[in-house]
């Protein structure tokens, strides 16, 4: 098992660095750079040559690449050109926030939106089939910027049951923490149990329709224990792939919720850095992004035998 | 209790880090759309920075809010005949926020860090030849500052005083490492730097042995006694989440509430929306170079295609002044001739059109949906000059790439925007200058940037007005840009919130105010 961990983090490594080199060369492509954006309006050509000597922009790219990737082989990932903070500690710092947003949301989404998947292909093309499917079709149509703003007008603004703006840590205020978070969580949880649950119902339905399953039910298992015992493995494995996708895209940043939350996360750290070309920050994102790809499909491999034998992990 | 325990526990092994304590009762709180770059004034800015560090730091002077400056460190200003020396004595018993006296000495050694080309400060080129050059700083004794110039000029208050230079405010050595970078900002304003917690807020702690100045606020100057313990900055980028955010007593001070809010909020009871203009312009530039638009009777063409009255209308729901004269309406250089709006004359433009050879090929405006107005600029405009029979197409481009095509001078029209420019002389400046060595701007016509350098040396208001005038004249006739209006800023304040003033620039200023219910 470790000699198969080590393997798939060897394998990692040219993707990560085709990731690396990817974003440094395309962001280099982009029009606009940091010392135009810093000094905006007032920009003279002799005041944007001090900004890009004072940060190696007058370098050539190549060098600056390398550079780069040897400071970052290193551990640092530079400075943020913007705000001059290290841009490693940086990232950690706003990852802990959307961590805790997509870990809870995801949580939830997955122990609503399992359950209620398996349960409307059990009772497929009933009322409560085409009511889970309806609800999960709706959810998946919400933009989450949209339905951030409606809680935060009904709960936030009408019933004044949390606070509209802020943040605070569960290590400091356990309660004044859950209020911060309940709206970004909520509507993350809600879309997510969406698509959740159209994968879990589709699964479950492919499933229920084998043969082993008809041979349990024939042997007199207990309809429960047959969902419980035999469907739920095999049904919940290609939806465990999906949880995989869905947190790797996530843990990269949610940057509409984190916006309309006002949350510093690190989707907000990417999107602000990219609008402020603000180079290290957002190689360093990237990369990071990249990192949490391979750490969560790992997992995902690694989790994948527990519920379908005929995959053995290496 | 173990339940909680455990919770906390889990909690912490996840790592949910970044705590921010819930304001306390007596903190003034106020909307930030974006977090500031740094502390360090004048280096690392943004008009948020600049509007942060006003609350730690001041200059030997500040702008007043009629955009002139006034005395702040300096008890006084003493300029010699031939406008070559500059004397500041010091304001007595004005103490640093780590209780030291403010001395000359100090001065000296802010203006000495200022100069360094490693500083990279913002405005050292502006007193290292472009607007003059300080060639001593002398301090005579410990009250007192003379600095001597190679040539007079009438910008050298205005520039030590500008909010982008960071007011040149006067730090303690405490503000910096011991390697000399950046640390903190130990200044003498009516607030000290408390915490600073990145993409969430800063907060600003009452300075109690703060010299006020007598008598009342002004702009940057006069007196700014604090009245509330703390002054919290939150920062919300999303403008909904921000008018919630007032809408449920999470914030005291919206200060830059969008136009299209502003019918409601002020229907609503309790809530009070502080108008006022600013200094900055809204303006649509053409490319002079172009084959097209180098044909001046083209761009005169567009200029009367567009109905600037009705524009500027339909962006600001009235609250802002047409103007054709880039300096702002608020400024005490703006006269009555620059107040003039040539009327719409749509048959005029066709036949000028017609005479400088156009035949209805697209002409590219480049825009941007970053800021709200200019691309509500462009597509209004685009509408106005097809009635003249004028094809305008746009090209919405992100922010930093238009600013890019700005700073190169890579467009043939552009919706642009620029900040405040508190001096006469700079709201010429910002688009007059050779495009061979400054591609990004607009006028280039050597004439006109020799009255520029002329009223950047001239002290003599009146003079300095009949050169304005002339300049604002030979602008209609060149028609290199289309000035259109400063807009107006909006900040919006619930009952309890007593005391507060918007003004020219668009970031609050949290002295003078109280809170009625705390």
Not at chain 2, 34 to 60: F, K, Y
Not at chain 2, 298 to 327: F, H, K, N, Q, Y
Request: hydrophobic share 50%; proline share 6%; glycine share 8%.
């Amino acid at each position: 098992m470790l000699a198969y961990v080590l393997k798939r983090l060897l394998v990692a490594l040219p993707t990560l660095l085709l990731v690396a080199a990817s974003v440094f060369f395309l962001m280099r492509l982009i029009p606009g750079d940091p010392a135009t954006v810093i000094l905006g309006d007032a920009a003279t050509p002799e005041a944007v040559a001090d900004l890009r000597l004072a940060y190696g922009l007058d370098r050539p790219v190549l060098v600056q690449f390398a550079l780069w990737i040897e400071r970052a082989l290193a551990g640092d990932l530079g400075r943020s050109i913007t705000s001059g903070e290290a841009v490693g500690p940086l990232i950690l710092a706003r990852f802990q926030v959307t961590a805790a947003i997509v870990f809870a949301s995801v949580g939830i989404a997955v122990l609503l939106a399992v359950p209620l998947g398996m349960l409307a292909a059990w009772k497929q093309n009933s009322w409560g089939d085409v009511a889970a499917v309806a609800a999960a079709t709706f959810l998946l149509s919400i933009p989450s910027f949209w339905l951030g703003l409606i809680f935060l007008l009904v709960f936030g603004l009408w019933l004044g049951w949390v606070p509209v703006v802020g943040y605070v840590t569960f290590a400091e205020d356990f309660w004044g923490a859950l209020h911060y978070i309940a709206l970004p969580v909520v509507t993350l949880a809600l879309i997510e149990t969406g698509v959740l649950i159209r994968m879990a119902r589709a699964s479950t339905v492919e499933v229920l329709r084998l043969d082993y399953i008809a041979h349990a039910r024939a042997k007199g298992v207990p309809e429960w224990r047959v969902l419980a015992r035999h469907a739920f493995p095999n049904a919940f494995a290609p939806t465990l792939t999906l949880i995989g996708l869905i947190m790797g895209s996530l843990l990269g940043g949610i940057a509409v919720i984190e916006t309309v939350f006002t949350l510093p996360g690190l989707g907000r750290l990417l999107v602000e850095a990219i609008f402020a070309r603000d180079y290290p920050v957002i190689q360093g994102v990237m990369l990071f992004i990249a990192v949490i790809y391979v750490v969560v499909n790992l997992i995902v491999d690694l989790l994948y035998p527990v519920f379908d034998p005929r995959v053995t992990a290496g | 209790m173990r339940l909680r325990a455990s919770f906390l526990a889990l909690a912490a092994s996840l790592g949910f880090g970044l705590a921010a304590p819930a304001a306390a009762q007596d903190t003034l709180r106020i909307r930030l759309n974006a977090d500031i770059r740094s502390t360090d004034p004048g280096v690392n800015r943004d008009a948020n920075t600049d509007g942060l560090v006003w609350h730690v730091l001041e200059g030997l002077v500040a702008l007043r809010g009629d955009a002139t400056v006034a005395p702040m460190l300096a008890e006084r200003v003493e300029v010699s005949d031939d406008g070559l020396t500059y004397t500041f004595p010091l304001r007595q018993g004005v103490r640093f926020h780590n209780g030291q006296p403010l001395t000359s000495a100090d001065v000296a050694f802010a203006m000495e860090r200022y100069r360094a080309r490693e500083t990279n400060w913002r405005c050292r080129g502006d007193l290292d030849g472009a607007v003059t050059r300080i060639t001593a700083i002398e301090t005579p004794d410990p009250q007192t500052v003379v600095m001597r110039l190679e040539r007079p000029s009438a910008l050298f208050l205005t520039t030590l005083a500008r909010t982008d230079c960071g007011q040149t405010g006067i730090f303690h050595r405490d503000s910096l490492n011991a390697d000399g970078g950046w640390r903190a900002p130990v200044g003498t304003g009516p607030f000290r730097l408390g915490e600073w917690r990145r993409g969430q807020f800063i907060e600003l702690e009452r300075f109690a042995e703060y010299a006020a100045l007598p008598g009342e606020p002004d702009g940057l100057a006069g007196n700014k006694t604090p009245h509330v313990d703390r002054v919290r900055f939150t920062v919300i980028p999303d403008d909904a989440a921000a008018r919630a955010a007032l809408l449920a007593d999470n914030i005291d001070i919206l200060p830059d509430a969008r136009t299209r809010d502003l019918r409601d909020l002020r229907a609503r009871p309790g809530l009070t929306v502080h108008s006022s203009p600013s200094f900055d312009l809204q303006i649509i530039l053409m490319q002079t170079t172009d084959p097209l638009l180098s044909d001046v009777r083209m761009r005169r063409a567009i200029a009367l295609a567009l109905d600037v009255p009705e524009l500027v209308r339909a962006l600001t729901e009235g609250g802002s002044r047409p103007s054709r004269a880039p300096i702002p309406v608020g400024s005490g250089f703006h006269t009555p001739l620059m107040s003039e709006v040539p009327a719409r004359d749509l048959a005029a433009a066709r036949r000028l059109a017609q005479e400088a050879g156009y035949r209805g090929q697209p002409i590219r405006i480049v825009t941007t949906r970053r800021y709200e107005a200019f691309y509500e600029i462009a597509v209004l405009a685009q509408d106005m000059l097809r009635e003249a029979g004028i094809n305008l197409e746009l090209e919405v481009l992100e922010w930093a790439t238009q600013l890019q095509r700005y700073t190169r001078g890579e467009y043939q029209m552009m919706a642009f925007g620029f900040s405040a420019r508190l001096d006469p002389s700079l709201s010429f400046e910002m688009f007059t200058g050779p495009k061979a060595t400054q591609p990004r701007k607009a006028w280039d016509n050597p004439q006109v940037q020799a009255m520029l350098e002329d009223s950047m040396r001239e002290t003599d208001r009146a003079r300095r007005i009949a050169l304005f005038e002339t300049m604002f004249r030979q602008l209609m006739e060149d028609v290199p840009v289309v000035a259109l209006y400063s807009s107006t800023n909006n900040a919006v304040t619930p009952a309890h919130v007593q005391g507060f003033r918007s003004w020219a620039v668009d970031a609050p200023r949290a002295w003078g105010v109280r809170l009625a219910r705390r």
